[in-house]
């Protein structure tokens, strides 16, 4: 089974900072996807970026990026230039894509940007 | 193209009644999944769903909650005889089988 763990419950940044979300995952599998959603308080689940663990290159979206160790197992994402629209719960997640896209998801960081 | 609609966005039941949830998929989208979220915590897979077939509902508890995706129709989503631990919000994402889900704005459960 897989497990993925986001060890920061809370975290706050000063606007335009950049800020470091963790992330670390457990799986035996060697082919699968890691995903980063965002949670705003509307609650609607909004993808911010994926990765491919195949992929050595590390993926970009804009001000977000993430910092993929597979060796590690860890999945961190970056937000640079934070923005107070950046303010909501973040979750990591993993998909061993074998037909079923099921996603496990992390307990979750509530980043704070505070103006 | 309208993303995946879920409805009602609220409901409120009282113990022992049944909850039924709805979820059309994005357009073209044929796999349906449906996860819980409890309060604070992360989302948890429950089922997932292709046209007339469940695929996988390992997630789903064994009494009370079933759940559909009908030739025609939205997927339905039945918690029967409710209680309070129910309680939460139900999401439903759809998907055409690319490794990437689109998520509703998820259904909020309050049993009363």
């Known amino acids: 089974a897989q497990t993925v763990t986001q060890s920061q419950p809370e975290m706050s940044v000063q606007e335009a900072e950049t800020v470091t979300l963790s992330c670390t995952y457990d799986t035996s599998e060697n082919n699968y996807y890691l995903f980063w959603y965002k949670q705003p308080p509307s609650r609607q689940m909004i993808l911010v970026i994926r990765q491919e663990a195949y992929k050595q290159q590390n993926a970009t979206e804009n001000r977000f990026s993430v910092n993929f160790q597979k060796a590690a197992k860890s999945f961190s994402l970056k937000i640079s230039d934070s923005q107070l629209g950046d303010t909501a719960m973040y979750f990591c997640a993993f998909m061993v894509y074998f037909g079923n896209e099921k996603l496990t998801f992390g307990t979750g960081t509530r980043l704070t940007i505070i103006p | 193209n309208a993303g995946v609609m879920q409805n009602p966005r609220h409901l409120v039941r009282r113990r022992g009644q049944e909850a039924r949830l709805r979820c059309s998929p994005m357009?073209?989208?044929?796999?349906v999944y449906w996860y819980r979220q409890l309060p604070e915590e992360g989302l948890k897979f429950m089922v997932y769903l292709q046209k007339e077939n469940i695929i996988d509902e390992s997630g789903m508890p064994k009494e009370r909650f079933s759940a559909e995706f009908p030739k025609e129709g939205p997927s339905i989503l039945r918690i029967q005889q409710v209680v309070r631990g129910d309680s939460a919000a139900y999401f439903c994402?759809?998907?055409?089988?690319?490794?990437?889900?689109?998520f509703g704005e998820g259904s909020r459960l309050t049993v009363l």
């Open positions: 357009k073209g989208h044929s796999h």
């Open positions: 994402a759809s998907s055409t089988n690319t490794g990437e889900l689109f």
